[in-house]
């Protein structure tokens, strides 16, 4: 081939072809960002694809152009006596069979043969990946998924199909450049060298296929045929025969059905249908989709096991994520959907499309339990992406609910079992300016049952493409290794068994542990977009309403305090003004405006109050520390940094377990230094002389410094209301579940004896949590009937405390309700 290009007519011949296919063929490169950051283009740059292939070198050749490099068919600069600058990994000439991977090109030894005997100083080899289609090996098979790219090493007959068949979908990787010369360095001698670099670029090659196209998955019968005849499965089909005491074969035979019910039937196909479908479906309902930090993805998906764990706000994230992850060439993940969604038509759709069926109980069912645990470890052990949401459902209120573990105990004994794949988790938060079942939710909050899901919600959701959505943010957060959570929580897990059924006593305290780091994650990667903004400053309006002009301050003044102060540098933040977040949210219809003679009014109705809730819900944590802070100067007019700084740890463990904060109580006090000095110079607190002091009660800032505090101020009354609850009733006479079901009956009351419009204020879960916290804490222990106690002196320190952040009328007003509170024994049923 290279005399060929080196003649006149060779080059006019290579022109022409390469001008012929892309008459019809389309590119793009992926990953050049890496790429030219290491690259010096005065030195010799050799390209290596992995075989010989004249349409991967011609697409090759046309980005080269595109990106300004130089071309693979010139000879290299630097002093590199080499008539083109590229080599194939593999040299074979093959019509229809595979190129033998064995032969190595004479002009990577000559290369490497020239940096040994200082002919030049340099040569730098470029891998290079062409992708014709994307696709994994599976089990679907149209004419289309047949000729794509996968595991399988095309001839040329398989070529000249998929360029035909693929030629407008051809996607282009340059891998970060390797040096000869670092390894000539080394002095391991030309032969070793030499098989090191092929070694080096083979490893590079299947960890790129693996992270475009995925992993070389089996056909799915195939795998459900290994799978059922793992040693795990066999002993649960042997168990539950002699349980139940019915054949071998009928056991098997739930077994196998049981398979099929999990398992998902991953297909190329699907996919392409669905990004075509979904794509017209984003362009119509959404402003825009901004996808933030997906690099961080792209650089750790070759060679791990990646498994997103996204927050859960509406159906749309599986399909969006799946979406997003497509188009930016990186392979779509198995997604964990519930049994729920197994609906006709749908059902079968999602499970082409990746998605994997489980029952929302496996308890008292051994035999089921074992066939999706051992699916799972095949997921995983072969690198396929996985997807799975941590919090169980979709949030109704918006805040990041309590996670569940099953799925990452799962994972965890998985990895016990064999961690030669690193497990990487991804956090990834989803941000909706109007969720799409916002209308559902709206009616789940105000009491009515939740709706069980059905095929014909697919033409409720169409009737609502008439709303405007605005824009959808998806951000990666920071990745959350397990090998290195693992080193953290216990150093010496690996010196345990590894055997399937090895459980550690340690393992439950370490998955909740990891449970709370991913919601911690999740919460890190907040997008704050203007719904969330304006909702955080009109709820905290005593009544929902504010003149135009405050408005336009307290956004101005929550969008700077965020950027002086960012809670990580994963978060998003609008480039907009307080007028502009204003002029949004208001043509989305979600806040209304009212003229009079002074002035303009901008309001919340009702049902648009008890929905907003949910979108400031979805950014509270961001604001939870100075909103704190400013809670402590409703009642008092100056303070020290270190009563602040004493006061906000004591209340910050029960924020933390509720909102997901990320700090640890070890870091709290220069965060909290921080926060304070963040609001001196937005000029809601004032520093004199080492005392913190509030601004004059008649100011606009003061104003500012009060809707802050009021952000926050339901959380902390729901938080005394269990206290004055625990302690009106005798020491050790209540139940959690009978303190959980009392204080919901209360909150009830209270919201509507002050007409607070947000029913997460008398939700049972947040008391729930509360509760389990301060156990964790060993502010209260159980009897061996399950009745709480609390320390002796407990009563004062929670008073103590509510003095300094709850006003004297909230405090006497919950009091009073909780002393009215009858018997625990009574609430418990009416509950």
Same mark, same amino acid.
């Given at each position: 081939?290279?005399?060929?290009?080196?003649?006149?007519?060779?080059? $006019?011949?290579?022109?022409?072809?390469?001008?012929?296919?892309?008459?019809?063929?389309?590119?793009?490169?992926?990953?050049?960002?890496?790429?030219?950051?290491?690259?010096?283009?005065?030195?010799?740059?050799?390209?290596?694809?992995?075989? +010989?292939? &004249?349409?991967?070198?011609?697409?090759?050749?046309?980005?080269?152009?595109?990106?300004?490099?130089?071309?693979?068919?010139?000879?290299?600069?630097?002093?590199?006596?080499?008539?083109?600058?590229?080599?194939?990994?593999?040299?074979?000439?093959?019509?229809?069979?595979?190129?033998?991977?064995?032969?190595?090109?004479?002009?990577?030894?000559?290369?490497?043969?020239?940096?040994? @005997?200082?002919?030049?100083?340099?040569?730098?080899?470029?891998?290079?990946?062409?992708?014709?289609?994307?696709?994994?090996?599976?089990?679907?098979?149209?004419?289309?998924?047949?000729?794509?790219?996968?595991?399988?090493?095309?001839?040329? &007959?398989?070529?000249?199909?998929?360029?035909?068949?693929?030629?407008?979908?051809?996607?282009?990787?340059?891998?970060?450049?390797?040096?000869?010369?670092?390894?000539?360095?080394?002095?391991?001698?030309?032969?070793?060298?030499?098989?090191?670099?092929?070694?080096?670029?083979?490893?590079?090659?299947?960890?790129?296929?693996?992270?475009?196209?995925?992993?070389?998955?089996?056909?799915?019968?195939?795998?459900?045929?290994?799978?059922?005849?793992?040693?795990?499965?066999?002993?649960?089909?042997? +168990?539950?025969?002699?349980?139940?005491?019915?054949?071998?074969?009928?056991?098997?035979?739930?077994?196998?059905?049981?398979?099929?019910?999990?398992?998902?039937?991953?297909?190329?196909?699907?996919?392409?249908?669905?990004?075509?479908?979904?794509?017209?479906?984003?362009?119509?309902?959404?402003?825009?989709? +901004?996808?933030?930090?997906?690099?961080?993805?792209?650089?750790?998906?070759?060679?791990?096991?990646?498994?997103?764990?996204?927050?859960?706000?509406?159906?749309?994230?599986?399909?969006?994520?799946?979406?997003?992850?497509?188009?930016?060439?990186?392979?779509?993940?198995?997604?964990?959907?519930?049994?729920?969604?197994?609906?006709?038509?749908?059902?079968?759709?999602?499970?082409?499309?990746?998605?994997?069926? %489980?029952?929302?109980?496996?308890?008292?069912?051994?035999?089921?339990?074992?066939?999706?645990?051992?699916?799972?470890?095949?997921?995983?052990?072969?690198?396929?992406?996985?997807?799975?949401?941590?919090?169980?459902?979709?949030?109704?209120?918006?805040?990041? $609910?309590?996670?569940?573990?099953?799925?990452?105990?799962?994972?965890?004994?998985?990895?016990?079992?064999?961690?030669?794949?690193?497990?990487?988790?991804?956090?990834?938060?989803?941000?909706?300016?109007?969720?799409?079942?916002?209308?559902?939710?709206?009616?789940?909050?105000?009491?009515?049952?939740?709706?069980?899901?059905?095929?014909?919600?697919?033409?409720?959701?169409?009737?609502?493409?008439?709303?405007?959505?605005?824009?959808?943010?998806?951000?990666?957060?920071?990745?959350?290794?397990?090998?290195?959570?693992?080193?953290?929580?216990?150093?010496?897990?690996?010196?345990?068994?590894?055997?399937?059924?090895?459980?550690?006593?340690?393992?439950?305290?370490?998955?909740?542990?990891?449970?709370?780091?991913?919601?911690?994650?999740?919460?890190?990667?907040?997008?704050?977009?203007?719904?969330?903004?304006?909702?955080?400053?009109?709820?905290?309006?005593?009544?929902?309403?504010?003149?135009?002009?405050? $408005?336009?301050?307290?956004?101005?003044?929550?969008?700077?305090?965020?950027?002086?102060?960012?809670?990580?540098?994963?978060?998003?933040?609008?480039?907009?003004?307080?007028?502009?977040?204003?002029?949004?949210?208001?043509?989305?219809?979600?806040?209304?405006?009212?003229?009079?003679?002074?002035?303009?009014?901008?309001?919340?109705?009702?049902?648009?109050?008890?929905?907003?809730?949910?979108?400031?819900?979805?950014?509270?944590? &961001?604001?939870?520390?100075?909103?704190?802070?400013?809670?402590?100067?409703?009642?008092?007019?100056? %303070?020290?940094?270190?009563?602040?700084?004493?006061?906000?740890?004591?209340?910050?463990?029960?924020?933390?377990?509720?909102?997901?904060?990320?700090?640890?109580?070890?870091?709290?006090?220069?965060?909290?230094?921080?926060?304070?000095?963040?609001?001196?110079?937005?000029?809601?607190?004032?520093?004199?002389?080492?005392?913190?002091?509030?601004?004059?009660?008649?100011?606009?800032?003061?104003?500012?410094?009060?809707?802050?505090?009021?952000?926050?101020?339901?959380?902390?009354?729901?938080?005394?209301?269990?206290?004055?609850?625990?302690?009106?009733?005798?020491?050790?006479?209540?139940?959690?579940?009978?303190?959980?079901?009392?204080?919901?009956?209360?909150?009830?009351?209270?919201?509507?004896?002050?007409?607070?419009?947000?029913?997460?204020?008398?939700?049972?879960?947040?008391?729930?949590?509360?509760?389990?916290?301060?156990?964790?804490?060993?502010?209260?222990?159980?009897?061996?009937?399950?009745?709480?106690?609390?320390?002796?002196?407990?009563?004062?320190?929670?008073?103590?405390?509510?003095?300094?952040?709850?006003?004297?009328?909230?405090? $006497?007003?919950?009091?009073?309700?909780?002393?009215?509170?009858?018997?625990?024994? @009574?609430?418990?049923?009416?509950?």
């Amino acid at each position: 081939m290279s005399a060929v290009y080196s003649s006149f007519f060779g080059r $006019l011949r290579f022109g022409l072809l390469r001008r012929l296919l892309y008459s019809w063929a389309r590119s793009e490169s992926i990953g050049n960002g890496a790429f030219n950051l290491h690259l010096d283009q005065n030195q010799p740059i050799i390209y290596v694809l992995p075989y +010989r292939s &004249l349409s991967d070198l011609m697409v090759l050749d046309r980005e080269c152009v595109k990106a300004g490099l130089p071309r693979p068919v010139r000879a290299p600069l630097g002093g590199l006596d080499e008539r083109e600058s590229h080599v194939f990994l593999s040299d074979a000439k093959a019509w229809v069979r595979r190129p033998d991977p064995r032969k190595q090109s004479p002009r990577l030894q000559r290369g490497l043969e020239a940096v040994q @005997e200082g002919c030049c100083d340099e040569v730098q080899l470029v891998p290079v990946s062409v992708f014709w289609g994307q696709s994994p090996d599976v089990e679907s098979s149209p004419l289309k998924l047949l000729f794509a790219y996968n595991w399988t090493v095309a001839g040329r &007959l398989r070529k000249l199909l998929a360029i035909i068949l693929h030629g407008r979908k051809i996607r282009v990787h340059f891998g970060r450049s390797l040096s000869l010369r670092e390894l000539v360095q080394e002095d391991l001698g030309g032969e070793r060298n030499l098989r090191r670099v092929n070694r080096l670029l083979r490893v590079h090659f299947r960890q790129q296929r693996g992270a475009v196209i995925g992993p070389d998955l089996s056909h799915r019968r195939t795998l459900l045929k290994g799978l059922l005849q793992s040693p795990q499965v066999r002993q649960a089909i042997e +168990r539950d025969a002699r349980e139940r005491g019915v054949e071998p074969a009928k056991a098997r035979k739930d077994a196998v059905r049981y398979a099929g019910e999990i398992a998902s039937d991953f297909t190329y196909s699907t996919i392409r249908f669905l990004e075509v479908v979904l794509s017209w479906f984003w362009n119509k309902l959404y402003d825009g989709i +901004r996808i933030n930090h997906i690099e961080r993805v792209q650089r750790i998906a070759p060679g791990n096991e990646i498994i997103y764990v996204p927050c859960h706000r509406s159906h749309i994230d599986y399909l969006l994520l799946s979406c997003v992850l497509f188009q930016s060439n990186l392979t779509p993940p198995h997604i964990a959907a519930g049994i729920n969604l197994n609906m006709p038509v749908i059902g079968g759709i999602l499970r082409r499309g990746g998605a994997f069926f %489980m029952r929302r109980s496996f308890r008292g069912n051994q035999l089921y339990t074992a066939v999706f645990n051992e699916y799972l470890h095949t997921l995983f052990s072969r690198g396929f992406p996985t997807e799975y949401f941590i919090e169980g459902g979709r949030s109704r209120t918006g805040r990041a $609910l309590n996670p569940k573990t099953g799925l990452l105990a799962i994972t965890m004994r998985s990895f016990l079992r064999s961690s030669r794949r690193p497990i990487v988790f991804v956090p990834v938060y989803i941000g909706y300016e109007r969720v799409l079942e916002g209308r559902t939710y709206l009616g789940e909050l105000r009491g009515q049952e939740k709706k069980k899901e059905s095929f014909f919600d697919l033409f409720r959701v169409l009737s609502a493409l008439k709303l405007r959505f605005g824009q959808v943010a998806v951000n990666f957060g920071d990745p959350v290794s397990l090998h290195a959570f693992l080193d953290q929580q216990q150093p010496d897990w690996r010196q345990h068994s590894h055997a399937p059924e090895y459980r550690p006593a340690w393992l439950p305290a370490a998955t909740d542990q990891l449970a709370r780091t991913l919601a911690n994650a999740i919460n890190a990667a907040a997008d704050v977009n203007p719904v969330n903004l304006v909702a955080l400053s009109m709820l905290s309006a005593s009544r929902l309403a504010l003149d135009e002009p405050t $408005l336009i301050r307290v956004l101005n003044s929550y969008s700077a305090l965020l950027r002086r102060v960012p809670y990580s540098d994963s978060i998003t933040l609008p480039d907009m003004t307080g007028e502009q977040l204003i002029d949004y949210v208001e043509s989305m219809g979600m806040i209304g405006r009212q003229s009079d003679a002074l002035g303009e009014i901008l309001y919340l109705d009702e049902p648009q109050a008890v929905l907003m809730t949910y979108y400031r819900n979805n950014v509270l944590h &961001l604001v939870a520390l100075p909103a704190l802070i400013a809670c402590l100067f409703l009642n008092n007019a100056r %303070m020290s940094r270190e009563q602040i700084i004493r006061l906000v740890t004591a209340i910050y463990p029960y924020l933390q377990g509720e909102l997901f904060l990320q700090w640890k109580t070890r870091e709290l006090p220069g965060v909290i230094d921080t926060w304070i000095d963040g609001l001196i110079a937005e000029e809601l607190l004032q520093d004199n002389a080492g005392q913190i002091m509030r601004p004059e009660t008649s100011s606009g800032e003061f104003v500012l410094l009060t809707l802050l505090a009021r952000s926050i101020l339901q959380t902390l009354e729901r938080f005394y209301m269990a206290s004055a609850l625990l302690f009106s009733n005798p020491n050790g006479s209540l139940t959690a579940e009978q303190l959980e079901a009392l204080c919901s009956v209360m909150a009830q009351r209270l919201s509507i004896l002050h007409g607070l419009n947000a029913p997460e204020f008398f939700d049972k879960s947040l008391f729930r949590q509360f509760i389990q916290r301060l156990n964790e804490m060993e502010v209260l222990s159980r009897d061996a009937e399950g009745r709480l106690s609390y320390l002796p002196g407990m009563e004062d320190i929670a008073e103590n405390t509510a003095r300094r952040v709850l006003s004297a009328e909230i405090r $006497l007003s919950i009091r009073q309700v909780a002393r009215a509170s009858t018997p625990a024994a @009574e609430p418990e049923g009416k509950a």
